[in-house]
């Protein structure tokens, strides 16, 4: 197997199956931040690297890819990076999307969007169930005590909603990394964080989604109604339980009563 000639820490990858190959998008290495796509061959053990017309991606890792395979494009989202692709010089977080055209090997800007939040990378797979929006498990990277969060994403103006609770995720070392999955009979998201430790291991964990997921306005409802009812639960079966063991002493002592006049 050929190997490319350095090591790419959290970079995009895709198996185009229609030309048998594995395409690479950005990543870390050699102290810079790729903007390459590159493409091994499977037939030929060889990698090449891809050019594209359109709009340019600046240099980057962290970002995430989906893919449509309807109209056979790839859409890369986001990550850490600058134009140079120099880390000396610094970084910026990135919150743009682009198109991938692998027919028309054409790259279009689709959006970017000015992001007041808290800075937020994506997990490197991202899910498209259809062709308006996208699927992204994003987190502070920055954190070591870090959490996952499910986003979607409109594909046409970047319209988003942060969906469901979140996942915890050890974030120190930077071989660090999070999926995002999705199983169409089952129709679940599945997400594997795996951890790293000081001695070279790794924990791998994996955890289930239900769809189509809800949003955190939803889950408050929902977790506000679930105490709610567990409360007027409480306040009716407290009652009742009294109301028994009154009536249970009563019983008994009449029950005593009535034994100590047989006895007499």
Known sequence: IEYLPMQLHHH????DSKKNRYIVFGGFGNQRYNKEFLSYNINKNRWDTLFFSGDKIIPRYFSGMAN????NRLYIFGGMGNESGDHTIGRSYL???HEIDLDEMEIKKLWNLSWKQENIVPARNMIMLNDSSFYALCYPEHKPMSYLQLYQFSI???????????IPIISEKIPTNANLYYNIQLKEFYCTAQEFQDDGSSITRLYSLSAPPISQAELAIYNSSTKSTINWFWLLI???LFSIYIFYRKNKKKNTDIQNEVSV
């Open 12 to 15: 995009d990858g895709y198996f």
């Open 68 to 71: 449509w395979k309807e109209n």
């Open 95 to 97: 919150y743009d999307l």
């Open 156 to 166: 046409k103006d970047g319209y988003f909603r942060i969906l469901g609770d979140s």
């Open 238 to 240: 407290i009652p009742a």
